[in-house]
């Protein structure tokens, strides 16, 4: 059956205490709104729609930035999920296949927990997603009779008997699109918030001789975020899942407890992850690498047996190829490292291609920008770019060659040949002691001045 996402993203999220969009706050790097539709995704949807309301411009931008064929609609009043989803119904005019309902503030529902409500929905109307709660609370209660879903309950509205059940809702909701969008104009909003609640197409659906049922899923994937303190107990819940999947595949975690990861990270088995390290978007290791100590990656490919660090910095475009070493206070950025090449101390490669066995000596600088364009730099293959080189781009260092220590090289250089670029050393035999006394002196008369 073909399927199309219903995401609502509408929400401004007030005890976010914040002018960006609820659902636009970050866990693990990417936007909560990424993690729904990553998750959705996963069932090949022919459509995804997203119901935005506060900030509709920036969760257009950030839900076409993931999948450019995401539909945007605007619910410009907020009166409720039943009213939300209406909204887009004119997206999905004439698709007949499941609509899942999803939430752009609830970014842990499983790919798998998803697959499991599109097969049920084969022998039922209408699936909803439930978990079981360590403590209720205020949850809406899923009120069962065998596998058959009789009704939503909310908890100002049970029954003492109702209130005990632990069985309590997600609003995750599937149904065959056309159902749903029938069920929905039946909703009215005779309650204390004159809203359109979705969880009232159940009562109805039952009322009209269809059938309904529970899928469940543990209780961590339908954590929802309302506030900061939301946020953070959301960033803790993916960091220990993601720290935990990663060992369980064969990664060393020295102290996994700080070890940051996003939403997309690929790490492969056998790499050690030294503590401190900071893992942004986009970033994949290969097997047997090692990350050491305090770096940070982010948009960067570190190939097998690359090793990083410590207090190393890899930014967006950094291309590491098999066995290359990039040591203590380096930064590298939109480079292509070949391999077995080492940039090992205390330099800066940005916009630059480096050949295979290079030796690229401390306090390297390529010198890429002039204030208004950025320059590549090309080093050939087992080229030894001597200590404190400035290599001001555009320039290519040929295959083989060297630049002496403390050269500002601005020409291109040949293969294999010797590259220098210093002033004259001049030296002046007493002088040292002559500027000494001079020195002196003259402090020993501001002091007495003083």
Known sequence: METALIILAAGKGTRMNSDLPKVLHRVASAPMLEHAMAAGAMLGPRH????????????RAAATLFDEDAQVVEQTEQLGTAHAVAQARPALEGFDGMALVLYGDTPFVQPETLEKMQEALAT??????????????????LVMQGDTLKRIVEFKDASPEERAITLCNSGVVACKSELLFDLIDKVGNDNASEEYYLTDIIGLARADGRSATVVTCTE???????????????????????????????????AP?????????????DTVVEPNVVFGPNVTVESGSTIRAFSHLEGCHVSRGGVVGPYARLRPGAELAEDVRIG???????????????VNHLSYIGDATV???SNIGA?????????????????????????????????TIGEGAMTGSGSVITSDVEPEAL????????????????????????????????
């Open 48 to 59: 995804t729609v997203v119901v935005a309301g506060h900030g509709a411009d920036q969760v």
């Open 257 to 269: 407890e700080t070890v940051f990861l996003s939403r997309d990270t690929y790490i492969g088995r």
């Open 124 to 141: 039922h109307d209408v699936v909803v997603l439930g978990f079981e709660a360590a403590d209720p609370a205020r949850y809406g209660r």
């Open 355 to 357: 050949g295979a066995r």
């Open 419 to 450: 590259a220098l670029s210093r002033a004259p050393q001049i030296e002046k035999p007493g002088m040292a002691r002559k500027m000494f006394e001079i020195l002196k002196a003259k402090k020993a008369k501001m002091q007495r001045g003083s």
């Open 328 to 342: 203590n206070f380096v930064e590298v950025k939109n480079a292509q490292i070949a391999e077995g090449a080492k």
């Open 363 to 395: 306090g390297t600088i390529t010198c890429n920008y002039d204030g208004v364009m950025k320059h590549h730099t090309t080093i050939g293959a087992g080229a030894f770019i001597g200590s404190n080189t400035m290599l001001v781009a555009p320039v």
């Open 220 to 254: 961590a994937e339908t954590m929802g975020v309302n506030s900061r303190g939301d946020l953070a107990r959301a960033e803790a819940a993916f960091q220990s899942r993601a720290r935990a999947l990663l060992m369980e595949d064969g990664v060393t975690l020295v």
